[in-house]
Structures are given as structure tokens and as C-alpha cells.
């Protein structure tokens, strides 16, 4: 193949294109989020959390022209090279050109797409010949997209829910967790969050839902070998975490030949095909007895008679994580999962706590904790849905606080505290909430999940200091 002509770029040769073809292969949406799945497997749990810290870090200087060559980004390269059995040397995956780099990955349908994508994202970095040429060599024109792919597997069921947008929100002055994702502008906003140096809480929730999984309550809750489906609640926009879930699925079933079903919910299709982007590409947890599919549905109305139980499921494995539960009023979602749940299932909630903080300390944490350009970016995307209220000066997102004894508004569990964001007063009128986030007590949260039929079996740290927690319950009746 010719060499072909690039906007010229200083840095690691080709890197944007083969972080977009690798992040193609991998199915992921984040840059955090291939680094994490080149880690997977390759790197100890242990050392997780560093070297995703220092890999993000190198991610960025190889794009600001430098071509550091530390011991991690060494091993990243030492990762990718194991995961696909390339025949090269590290040296000479840095520094080959992406028409050379391409071509040492297998030929198949997995690469045709991903080359696919490389060439739709990158259009500053190829002009049109380069891009015909690497689709003539590498790629097809057929022009199929994993959105499209994925839309084929999305349930829509919502005949009876009204999906509602931030818009709705806004008029009410509270933008609630179930409209603010139903808009494709934050979906976005929540990639680069997620993707972001400042967001420690989606790190926390996946290092320690793997920490759970190999966790001995884990292991005895789930050794009668009967779950043989996983149903992600919120679960847009966090493939990694539905790659730990799917996998444990599997490996907990002692069922022969089992069909083995993973289930993808949010209300926002735009979060499902975060998450979608993942999966129906890489078709390898198909290809290995978990079959995905995505739910596109209310949570909170998982009662009514329009959804119903699959009759093929045996005990089944429900999650929320990513503190989601902190987003909602905790007495709609456990009599919701009342309904599909039976005796024998299990229920992951990944949940923030107080910690050891005084009502003083919370405040200040609220304030600075994930405090960052790209939470504010995701707080006030809404502001530009249609009809949108955002003025030609950025509002700041404005932090308070529910805390210390006494009733709060936003959460039914005993003595939890609540952040909320919102805007100041806009435009002559009052300010508008824009997300609330509830911090809990364990025993406390322990007792209420009590009170609904769900038994508390275990609770995980993540590896780090933080307050993030995966509490493991089981319906007891
Ligand atoms: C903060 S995001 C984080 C979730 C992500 N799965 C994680 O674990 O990091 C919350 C997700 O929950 C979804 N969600 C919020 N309320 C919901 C509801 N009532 N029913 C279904 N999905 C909901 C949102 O659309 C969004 O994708």
C-alpha cells in the first residue's frame, strides 16, 4: 500500500488514528475506557488503578507531540500486542504508520469495521484519498455503522412510559435523573466525563465490582450455579462494568449449554448505544454464550403489567451502579424491582457513603469532589436542549447541601445526605435543579433495603480510599 498523505502531526506516529482503530477493535467508547480493556487480564488488580492513571496520562502527552517511552505505556503497547498475538516489537508499534499498523491485525469482519469507524471519525486528520484508500484495502463500503448495528437490538419498551427530555425538567424547575440522559447532547457530555482525568467515581464502581466478583460472598451467594441472566438498571454508558457482570454471569453458571441472557436497561437510547458501540461489534460475549440485549425502559415503573419476567430466566442478577440509586427516590426503585424480582436473586447497588465526614466536611467535599470542567459541561448540557435557556454567559453550577439530622427532601433512606446542583436564578426565574446526589449510611441503607425483602450479604471497597461501596443483597421474601 502507498503511504498515504496525513495532516502532519508530531507526537507518537499515527496516534489518533491508532488509538480510534484500537478503540474500534476493543469496542470502547472512552480512551479511559481502552485502557482499561488492554489492562484487562494483562495487568494485576492490584496495579489497576496506576497504570490507568499514568496510560491516560501518556494518552495525552502522545498527543501533545512528545514520545515518552515509560515503563507504562511500554506495557500498554506489551497489552494490545498479547490481546491480538501481533507479530511485532513494541518500537515498531509506535512508530509504523496506521496503513502498516492495520495490517498486522487479523483480516476479518472485526477489523473491516473498525477501520470503518477510523475513517468516519477522523476526518482533520485524512483527507478523502486517504480515507478511499484505506477503505479499499481495509475497510467496506457498504457503509454499516455500529449505531445502526445496534439499534437492531434495542427493545423498545415503552409503549406506556413517556419518554421525557431534560426540557420537561426544566419547566418543572428539577431536572430528574430519567430526563436529563434523554437528550444525544448529554450522552456526549457523559462520554467525555467519563473519559476524563477528574471522574474518580466510575473507576471506584468498576475496580470494585471486580473486586465483588471475586469477593467470597460473591462467590458463596452465587455457587447453587441457577443465574442465568444479569439485568444492568441504568446501565447506559458503562461498558466495563457490563464486561465484569457478563463475564461472572458466566463463569457462575454450572447450568450444561445454558443460554445465558444479559440485559442492557436505560430510558435513554442515546446511553444504550454508548454501551451498544461495545458489544455488537466485538460480538465476542455472543460468541461465548452471554447473549445482550438492550431494554430501553423505565426502571422505576418495572411494576407495571406491561413488563414481564422472561419465563426462560432462573435466579437472576440485578444491578444499579454508579451510585445511580443516589439519583432517584430510593422507595420508587425498590418497590419497582419488587415486581420482577423473586426469592433467591441477587441485587448489586453501587452506592457513595458519608464516610466519617461532619456535615462541614461533606459540604466542602460536595464542593470539591469530581468538581471539574467536564461535570460542569455534563450539569448544564440540558441548558441547550431546545428551548433550551443557556445565555451567552455560562451559568456555574451552584452546590448545596441536605446534611446533618433532620428531613431530606430528596432521599426516603434514614440519615442519608443529598448534593445538589443547580443553576443560579436564570432569566428572572428561580434556579433550576439539575441533579441530586444522595450519600448514605450503610446500616442505614442496609435496614432499607431490609424493609422491601433484600437481605444485606456483603460490601466492597474499591481498592482506592474512596467512600464508593458495592453492597451485595439477596431477596430473602
Ligand atoms: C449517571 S448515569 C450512570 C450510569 C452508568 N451505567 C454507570 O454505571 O456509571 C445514570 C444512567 O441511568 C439512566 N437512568 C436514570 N433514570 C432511569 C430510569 N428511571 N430508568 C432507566 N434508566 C434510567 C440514565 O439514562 C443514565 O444512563
Given at each position: 500500500m502507498p503511504q498515504l498523505k496525513k495532516a502532519s502531526r508530531s507526537g507518537l506516529h499515527d496516534w489518533q488514528l491508532k488509538k480510534s482503530l484500537l478503540k474500534a477493535l476493543y469496542g470502547v467508547p472512552y480512551d479511559k475506557a481502552l485502557i482499561t480493556a488492554a489492562a484487562d487480564g494483562n495487568v494485576p488488580d492490584s496495579r489497576m488503578s496506576d497504570f490507568i492513571d499514568k496510560c491516560y496520562d501518556t494518552f495525552r502527552r502522545w498527543q501533545d507531540g512528545s514520545r515518552p517511552t515509560a515503563p507504562k505505556s511500554i506495557q500498554f503497547w506489551e497489552c494490545i500486542i498479547h490481546d491480538y498475538e501481533l507479530d511485532v516489537t513494541v518500537r515498531r508499534a509506535m512508530s509504523c504508520p496506521i496503513e502498516n499498523f492495520i495490517a498486522l491485525f487479523p483480516q476479518d469482519k472485526k477489523l473491516i469495521t473498525a477501520v470503518g469507524e477510523l475513517t468516519a471519525e477522523n476526518d482533520k486528520v485524512l483527507d478523502s484519498d486517504a480515507k478511499a484508500e484505506l477503505l479499499r484495502q481495509y475497510g467496506s463500503t457498504t457503509g454499516v455503522t455500529w449505531a445502526a448495528a445496534a439499534d437492531e437490538y434495542i427493545v423498545h419498551a415503552n409503549t406506556r412510559t413517556n419518554v421525557e427530555g431534560p426540557l420537561t425538567g426544566m419547566q418543572a424547575g428539577r431536572i430528574q435523573v430519567h430526563q436529563f440522559y434523554c437528550w444525544p447532547e448529554t450522552a456526549k457530555a457523559w462520554s467525555a466525563l467519563v473519559d476524563?482525568?477528574?471522574?474518580?467515581m466510575y473507576i471506584d464502581c468498576w475496580l470494585s465490582l471486580r473486586a465483588l466478583v471475586e469477593s467470597a460472598h460473591w462467590k458463596a451467594a452465587v455457587?447453587?450455579?441457577?443465574?442465568?441472566a444479569a439485568v444492568a438498571l441504568g446501565g447506559g454508558g458503562s461498558p466495563d462494568k457490563d464486561r465484569v457482570l457478563a463475564n461472572s454471569l458466566r463463569s457462575s453458571s454450572k447450568q450444561e449449554g445454558a443460554q445465558l441472557s444479559y440485559v442492557i436497561n436505560d430510558i435513554s437510547d442515546d446511553m444504550i448505544r454508548v454501551s451498544a458501540k461495545r458489544f455488537h461489534r466485538g460480538e465476542d460475549e455472543l460468541a461465548q454464550g452471554v447473549e445482550i440485549t438492550y431494554l430501553q425502559r423505565d426502571f422505576l415503573l418495572l411494576d407495571d403489567e406491561e413488563y414481564k419476567r422472561p419465563s426462560n430466566w432462573d435466579s437472576v442478577i440485578w444491578a444499579i451502579l454508579g451510585g445511580t440509586i443516589g439519583n432517584v427516590y430510593e422507595r420508587d426503585f425498590f418497590r419497582s424491582i419488587s415486581a420482577p424480582s423473586r426469592v433467591g436473586d441477587l441485587l448489586i447497588v453501587g452506592v457513595d457513603t458519608i464516610g466519617d465526614d461532619t456535615a462541614d466536611a461533606f459540604e466542602e467535599r460536595m464542593r470539591t469532589q469530581y468538581r471539574c470542567k467536564e461535570l460542569d459541561e455534563l450539569l448544564l448540557t440540558p441548558l441547550d436542549a431546545p428551548a433550551g435557556q443557556r445565555g451567552a454567559e455560562d451559568p456555574l453550577v451552584e452546590v448545596s447541601v441536605i446534611a446533618g439530622p433532620g428531613h431530606n427532601p430528596y432521599s426516603n433512606v434514614p440519615n442519608s445526605w443529598t448534593a445538589v446542583f443547580s443553576t443560579p436564578p436564570l432569566s428572572g426565574r428561580d434556579h433550576i435543579v439539575l441533579a441530586t446526589s444522595t450519600r448514605y449510611v450503610l446500616d442505614d441503607f442496609f435496614g432499607y433495603a431490609r424493609r422491601f425483602g433484600w437481605e444485606h450479604l456483603g460490601t466492597t471497597p474499591a481498592p482506592s480510599d474512596s467512600t464508593f461501596r458495592q453492597v451485595l443483597l439477596r431477596r430473602v421474601e
Amino acid at each position: 500500500m502507498p503511504q498515504l498523505k496525513k495532516a502532519s502531526r508530531s507526537g507518537l506516529h499515527d496516534w489518533q488514528l491508532k488509538k480510534s482503530l484500537l478503540k474500534a477493535l476493543y469496542g470502547v467508547p472512552y480512551d479511559k475506557a481502552l485502557i482499561t480493556a488492554a489492562a484487562d487480564g494483562n495487568v494485576p488488580d492490584s496495579r489497576m488503578s496506576d497504570f490507568i492513571d499514568k496510560c491516560y496520562d501518556t494518552f495525552r502527552r502522545w498527543q501533545d507531540g512528545s514520545r515518552p517511552t515509560a515503563p507504562k505505556s511500554i506495557q500498554f503497547w506489551e497489552c494490545i500486542i498479547h490481546d491480538y498475538e501481533l507479530d511485532v516489537t513494541v518500537r515498531r508499534a509506535m512508530s509504523c504508520p496506521i496503513e502498516n499498523f492495520i495490517a498486522l491485525f487479523p483480516q476479518d469482519k472485526k477489523l473491516i469495521t473498525a477501520v470503518g469507524e477510523l475513517t468516519a471519525e477522523n476526518d482533520k486528520v485524512l483527507d478523502s484519498d486517504a480515507k478511499a484508500e484505506l477503505l479499499r484495502q481495509y475497510g467496506s463500503t457498504t457503509g454499516v455503522t455500529w449505531a445502526a448495528a445496534a439499534d437492531e437490538y434495542i427493545v423498545h419498551a415503552n409503549t406506556r412510559t413517556n419518554v421525557e427530555g431534560p426540557l420537561t425538567g426544566m419547566q418543572a424547575g428539577r431536572i430528574q435523573v430519567h430526563q436529563f440522559y434523554c437528550w444525544p447532547e448529554t450522552a456526549k457530555a457523559w462520554s467525555a466525563l467519563v473519559d476524563s482525568d477528574n471522574y474518580r467515581m466510575y473507576i471506584d464502581c468498576w475496580l470494585s465490582l471486580r473486586a465483588l466478583v471475586e469477593s467470597a460472598h460473591w462467590k458463596a451467594a452465587v455457587s447453587n450455579g441457577r443465574y442465568n441472566a444479569a439485568v444492568a438498571l441504568g446501565g447506559g454508558g458503562s461498558p466495563d462494568k457490563d464486561r465484569v457482570l457478563a463475564n461472572s454471569l458466566r463463569s457462575s453458571s454450572k447450568q450444561e449449554g445454558a443460554q445465558l441472557s444479559y440485559v442492557i436497561n436505560d430510558i435513554s437510547d442515546d446511553m444504550i448505544r454508548v454501551s451498544a458501540k461495545r458489544f455488537h461489534r466485538g460480538e465476542d460475549e455472543l460468541a461465548q454464550g452471554v447473549e445482550i440485549t438492550y431494554l430501553q425502559r423505565d426502571f422505576l415503573l418495572l411494576d407495571d403489567e406491561e413488563y414481564k419476567r422472561p419465563s426462560n430466566w432462573d435466579s437472576v442478577i440485578w444491578a444499579i451502579l454508579g451510585g445511580t440509586i443516589g439519583n432517584v427516590y430510593e422507595r420508587d426503585f425498590f418497590r419497582s424491582i419488587s415486581a420482577p424480582s423473586r426469592v433467591g436473586d441477587l441485587l448489586i447497588v453501587g452506592v457513595d457513603t458519608i464516610g466519617d465526614d461532619t456535615a462541614d466536611a461533606f459540604e466542602e467535599r460536595m464542593r470539591t469532589q469530581y468538581r471539574c470542567k467536564e461535570l460542569d459541561e455534563l450539569l448544564l448540557t440540558p441548558l441547550d436542549a431546545p428551548a433550551g435557556q443557556r445565555g451567552a454567559e455560562d451559568p456555574l453550577v451552584e452546590v448545596s447541601v441536605i446534611a446533618g439530622p433532620g428531613h431530606n427532601p430528596y432521599s426516603n433512606v434514614p440519615n442519608s445526605w443529598t448534593a445538589v446542583f443547580s443553576t443560579p436564578p436564570l432569566s428572572g426565574r428561580d434556579h433550576i435543579v439539575l441533579a441530586t446526589s444522595t450519600r448514605y449510611v450503610l446500616d442505614d441503607f442496609f435496614g432499607y433495603a431490609r424493609r422491601f425483602g433484600w437481605e444485606h450479604l456483603g460490601t466492597t471497597p474499591a481498592p482506592s480510599d474512596s467512600t464508593f461501596r458495592q453492597v451485595l443483597l439477596r431477596r430473602v421474601e
